[in-house]
């Protein structure tokens, strides 16, 4: 598990725009399954969309607020619940017992890629609708895991960034490691050097395999941070939330990024 149902993002950067709208809406995947999104849009966009993709427990209010925090930046975010399928597409109704490991298990286990790639494709889809030409997938925990995995071509991004993404072999499935031959989009990773779920050897690893597949990417590792140190309660971590965040909109806003085909 890596956020909490009471856990924030933290405001760095004074919003350069105010937000025109953001409400929860409802998508439609490509096989008809229906699940839960939320869309913050800034009133003058100046940057690219942002797909925002929550850790496991699904669409959150730590994921609204960081939709908003960067539709403040000028970046039409949307943020996308996983469980339209088992859970039905109403995350606020579920109640905060859905997000402890036992409800949530059966859950998790019931996701496959095949779904996942549908339903991120939608929300793409539905970003691009809302005026975001360009988009960049910014992933946390598990949800960074599934944006080094939409860096692949068939989902057309201009970049994804990933915040302590496991990259390896999990439950059996491969990750983005064993699948870093197929991805092509400019990837930028931020990681705790304190994480535990996740060994540097790992994070080299899936750095040679980027390598190797000669895909761009940039790590950056903050030696003490834990695995999730985005968080606004996480004072004694600001230092490096602070770095990765300005190195995010960096990264969004640089101009050699690809235009999608």
Partial sequence: MCYDADSAPPAFTPAGSTVAESADLTVASGDGTEFTAFLARPARPTGRGVLVLPDNRGLSAFYRETAVRLAEQGHPALALDYFGRTAGAAPRERGPEFGELP???????????????????????????????????????????????????????????????????????????????GLTAPVLAFWGGADEHIPAATVAAFDAALTEAGCPHEFTTFPQAPHNFFEESAVEHSVAARASWQRLLGFLADPDLPRPA
């Fill in 103 to 181: 409800n949530l298990l059966p859950h998790l286990l019931a996701l496959t890629p095949e779904g996942l790639d549908a339903d991120l494709t939608a929300a793409i889809g539905r970003l691009r609708a809302s005026g975001a030409a360009e988009v960049v997938a910014l992933g946390f925990c598990f949800g960074g895991r599934q944006a080094f995995r939409a860096a692949a071509p068939r989902f057309g991004l201009a970049g994804a960034v990933g915040y302590y993404g496991y990259p390896d072999v999990l439950n059996g499935a491969p990750g983005p490691t064993q699948l870093a031959p």
